[in-house]
């Protein structure tokens, strides 16, 4: 490299002090125009690149900032301002490890300074609720919610009204009084909300992650697909095809809190109905029923306001265990998102899944929760930028490696509730109508009988449901109109 | 003037809290930087879904980035006038980035002024901003006049009050002025926003309006919306204009504009500076993007101008 010139040098600080200067007035573009000019004279000065990472750390670039303060830190290993700017880029980045450790750099060689010590100590905290949030998902050995439940220490006023759980178990008129409760928009007391929560775990700890379930030849058999707190709809599914009952058996496929605005009233009836008739009616995991979703989608407030965020804990092991798959009459096999990212998993590669976790982001447990059928052949990157995007081909070679004859998944709104795609091969059911009070579709459940297997399709409006305050997503919806 | 013929005005003043509130959640989860914003909404905010977070950043930032181009272009030899303004933070934001126009008006109803000249009263930060060491803030329980921005009640429906307050506020009609409207328009019955449309292409020499505000209401989507904010008691009277992006031009050059422009959410969020849409984007991932469609294909932005140098005001 040629050696900078002594006027090449005069002409590169003079840009610098006129970069300088619009960064003072904020004008962070022109400053880095002209911390580019002093650069291009004098590729030397950590200190141009430095400034310019700052420039570009005020205009959220960081990307272009990390480069520019390692840089500047390449050339001078002692050059403290550069550990700085590069640990500003990587929080933004949210690479917090490798922030910590430029943080630390600053502190040892500037003890004295308090706001580096205060980053540090900043940064310090979140590194390590990270790692605490990481051992505490993938780790069950620790304390579980369930086991500090105190039953026995909540009673029952003499005003609640509600139903009750007898002899602490559920029964029909158990199921029959809840509905009609929270069609009133009353809520079910939390001593037996929280009963239902522990049998259900206890329930699901013993379940398989892969379901096999047995339809006799002459019974029906009923699928549905996302529910998403839409409790009134829920309603109309079972005024439209029946109540669940051990002739009447449903399998509803996941996602069914968040958005709407019932999702507590759907969980507990569906959770009270899998309790009351465990081997008529099934449910398993959607990639909703996951701490992420949750916090972003509304159930965890709802949770909160409704009972407390202690339960919303318990919730989170709970749907931790939900089976990820069923396989009916080891005919047809259905998951909430859809198939793999590689051809070679079998129903056995399924069953060996370790499910008891937060869904993680790759691998059959992931794209079992978040892969959507695709038109064309082959595989492509999901649009949802986790699981996969899985073409006819894939499918077909799926079930015939499997013995099966088609599968059944949820996960995406369809105009008319339902599609069948993939010559058949490929059926995705959605049953909550009028998504989030705004995409205007119908909702689906699938009918098949033990013999045939063969799906028929029925479809729905939504229906009315109460204005509550907060009406969570229209009410959002109709503030971006405000 | 019946109230009944405008339906509950307590519903359309109360479309300002809402935005508010959604404003805050979604600074507060970095969607974008306002400092000044806390300050009129002391409250932890609700959690919203990430596509409202997202909705209300494109809104913000488009609107900010426009008004941005406008001080610029005229080099602050100009006015912006925010109709029906809420508790938006603009004036300070634009302030802290170094864009002061010669004068800032907001004009809304006298409850929403009352609580926002209390608000400012009670923040220095707010309160700095306005002030200078040659001008005296003068206010009352409604209006305040402070250095360069202004904060006046008015109801927009009636012009005769709308020119009065513009010109207790010193209005000049020949410098370049930005108009905003978020959401106001389509509160007002079509007569009413027409001769407002009306009366500023007239009265002012140069003349830029913003309108931001649902569109293409004509489907599924818009029969939902409207019934459910009927139910809220906000009456869209305004709806017609909203039918397409046509509509939305139209109005403004029926009223002697001599052009508009619109676009819907999904376009201009293409047009938004990439970096910062990276950015956003990793802020909350969408679980879908169907939803995110639907929401962005019934809002737009529509620039109107009297003044064609005001057609390169775009993003």
């Known amino acids: 490299m040629a050696k900078c010139s002594e006027d090449k040098k005069e002409e590169a600080e003079v840009h610098k002090l006129k970069a300088n200067e619009f960064f003072q007035k904020q004008n962070y573009d022109k400053a880095i125009e002209f911390y580019s000019k002093a650069i291009e004279c004098n590729s030397e000065e950590p200190i141009y690149y430095g400034n310019r990472s700052f420039a570009y750390l005020r205009m959220e670039c960081f990307g272009y900032a990390l480069e520019d303060a390692t840089k500047a830190i390449e050339m001078d290993k002692s050059y403290v301002k550069g550990y700085y700017r590069r640990a500003s880029a990587y929080m933004s980045l949210g690479k917090y490890k490798m922030a910590l450790k430029d943080y630390e750099t600053v502190v040892k060689v500037r003890p004295s300074d308090k706001d580096a010590k205060l980053k540090f100590t900043e940064c310090q905290k979140i590194v390590q609720q990270m790692l605490f949030q990481k051992a505490i998902a993938v780790d069950d050995d620790k304390k579980s919610v369930a086991d500090s439940i105190n039953l026995d220490a909540m009673t029952i006023e003499d005003n609640y009204d509600g139903p009750a759980l007898e002899d602490g178990k559920v029964t029909e008129k158990f199921m029959l009084d809840l509905m009609e409760y929270y069609k009133a928009q009353k809520k079910l007391h939390k001593k037996y909300a929280y009963k239902i929560l522990l049998d259900i775990k206890a329930y699901f700890t013993k379940q398989p992650t892969l379901v096999d379930v047995h339809i006799p030849d002459d019974s029906k058999f009923t699928v549905c697909g996302d529910i998403h707190g839409q409790f009134y709809d829920l309603m109309n599914i079972f005024k439209l095809n029946g109540l669940p009952s051990p002739s009447n058996p449903y399998l509803f496929n996941g996602d069914f809190v968040d958005r709407g605005s019932f999702s507590i009233e759907c969980i507990f009836t569906l959770f009270g109905y899998k309790l009351l008739y465990p081997n008529h009616f099934w449910m398993s995991r959607g990639n909703h029923e996951s701490v992420t979703m949750n916090q972003m989608y509304g159930f965890e407030g709802e949770v909160k306001s409704k009972y407390s965020s202690q339960m919303g804990d318990l919730f989170t092991e709970v749907y931790n265990w939900l089976p990820l798959c069923h396989c009916l009459n080891k005919r047809v096999l259905v998951m909430h998102g859809g198939l793999f990212s590689s051809d070679t998993v079998t129903l056995d590669d399924i069953r060996k899944t370790e499910r008891n976790r937060q869904p993680p982001e790759e691998g059959i447990m992931c794209e079992l929760l978040w892969s959507d059928p695709m038109p064309g052949p082959g595989r492509a990157p999901s649009k949802r930028g986790v699981g996969t995007q899985f073409g006819p081909d894939v499918t077909k070679r799926f079930l015939d490696n499997n013995n099966l004859d088609y599968i059944i998944r949820s996960h995406e709104v369809k105009d008319d509730g339902y599609e069948v795609s993939h010559g058949g091969l490929c059926i995705t059911v959605f049953s909550a109508p009028n998504y989030c009070d705004t995409m205007g579709n119908k909702g689906a459940f699938i009918n098949l009988q033990g013999d045939t297997m063969e799906p028929k399709y029925v479809t729905y409006s939504a229906v009315e449901h109460p204005p509550v305050k907060p009406m969570a997503y229209a009410n959002s919806l109709l503030r971006l109109f405000s | ?315």
């Open chain 2, 1 to 315: 003037m019946m109230a009944a013929e405008y339906g509950s005005d307590d519903g359309v003043i109360a479309t300002n809290d809402d935005a508010t509130s959604c404003k805050a959640c979604a600074v507060s989860l970095g969607y974008w930087k306002d400092p000044y914003l806390p300050h009129v909404y002391p409250a932890a905010p609700d959690r919203r879904p990430p596509e409202i977070n997202r909705g209300f950043y494109a809104r913000t930032h488009s609107i900010f980035l426009l008004i941005q181009k406008f001080i610029q272009v005229t080099k602050g030899d100009c006015q912006i006038v925010n109709l029906g303004a809420g508790f938006d933070t603009l004036f300070w934001r634009l302030k802290s980035a170094g864009h002061t126009p010669v004068r800032f008006i907001e004009l809304d109803f006298s409850e929403v002024t009352a609580k926002k000249t209390h608000y400012i009263q009670r923040s220095k930060a707010l309160l700095q901003a306005i002030s200078d060491d040659d001008y005296d803030i003068k206010l009352n329980r409604n209006n305040l006049h402070g250095f360069r921005y202004k904060l006046m009640s008015t109801d927009l429906r009636v012009l005769s009050e709308v020119e009065a307050k513009l010109e207790e506020s010193e209005i000049d009609y020949s410098l370049p002025t930005a108009f905003i409207a978020e959401c106001v328009l389509v509160y007002m019955c079509p007569t009413k926003s027409s001769q407002l449309l009306n009366w500023i292409a007239k009265k002012f020499k140069s003349a830029f309006f913003i309108n931001y505000e649902m569109v293409n209401l004509g489907d599924r989507f818009g029969e939902v919306m409207l019934s459910n904010l009927r139910s809220r008691h906000c009456d869209l009277q305004g709806a017609a204009a909203c039918a397409t992006l046509q509509s939305q031009e139209d109005r403004f050059v029926q009223e002697g504009w001599a052009g508009a422009e619109a676009t819907d959410m999904m376009g201009l969020w293409e047009r938004l500076p990439r970096a910062d849409v990276s950015r956003v984007m990793r802020l909350e991932m969408l679980d879908e993007n169907e939803l995110l469609t639907q929401l962005f294909s019934h809002y737009c932005i529509t620039t109107a101008w009297t003044d064609t140098r005001w057609t390169e005001i775009t993003l």
